[in-house]
C-alpha cells in the first residue's frame, strides 16, 4: 500500500516563500514519477510540476521560474521550493506519484495519477 504524506504550507503574504514535502511510504520511491498539483476552490486541479526517477523536471507554464522541485531517493522525499508567491498561488496542494511508465513521466499531465496525499492548504495573502 503505498501512502503520499505531504507537510509545509500555510500562510505567507505576497512575494514570500513556502516549502511543501511528500514522503512517500510502502513501496520502491525511486521508481515513480513524481509530481505537485493545486487545487483552488472553483477552479480546476493543476498540474504544477514533475519530476522522473532521473531527476528530469517538467514545470508548468504558471510556475516555471518560480517554483523549483526535487526529489531526495534516499529519504523518499519529494520536495517544492515555491518563491515569489501571488495570491493566485493559494490553493490545497496535492502530491502524486505514478509507475505506468516505470520512473517516467511521459504525458504525465494527460492523466490521473496512481496515488495521491490528502494536500496542504498555501494561502497568499496580498
Known amino acids: 500500500q503505498v501512502q503520499l504524506v505531504e507537510s509545509g504550507g500555510g500562510s505567507v503574504q505576497a512575494g514570500g516563500s513556502v516549502n511543501v514535502s511528500c514522503v512517500v511510504y510502502?513501496?520502491?520511491?525511486?521508481?515513480?514519477?513524481m509530481a505537485w498539483f493545486r487545487q483552488a476552490p472553483g477552479k480546476e486541479r493543476e498540474g504544477l510540476a514533475a519530476i522522473d526517477d532521473s531527476g528530469l523536471t517538467d514545470y508548468s507554464e504558471s510556475v516555471k521560474g518560480r517554483f523549483t522541485l526535487s526529489r531526495d531517493n534516499a529519504k523518499n522525499t519529494l520536495s517544492l521550493q515555491m518563491s515569489s508567491l501571488k495570491p493566485e498561488d493559494t490553493a490545497m496542494y496535492y502530491c502524486?506519484?505514478?509507475?505506468?511508465?516505470?520512473?517516467?513521466?511521459?504525458?504525465?499531465?494527460?492523466?490521473?495519477?496512481?496515488?495521491w496525499g490528502k494536500g496542504t492548504q498555501v494561502t497568499i495573502s496580498s
Open positions: 510502502g513501496s520502491t520511491y525511486k521508481s515513480y514519477c
Open positions: 502524486a506519484a505514478d509507475q505506468r511508465y516505470g520512473g517516467s513521466c511521459y504525458k504525465w499531465r494527460f492523466y490521473d495519477m496512481n496515488y
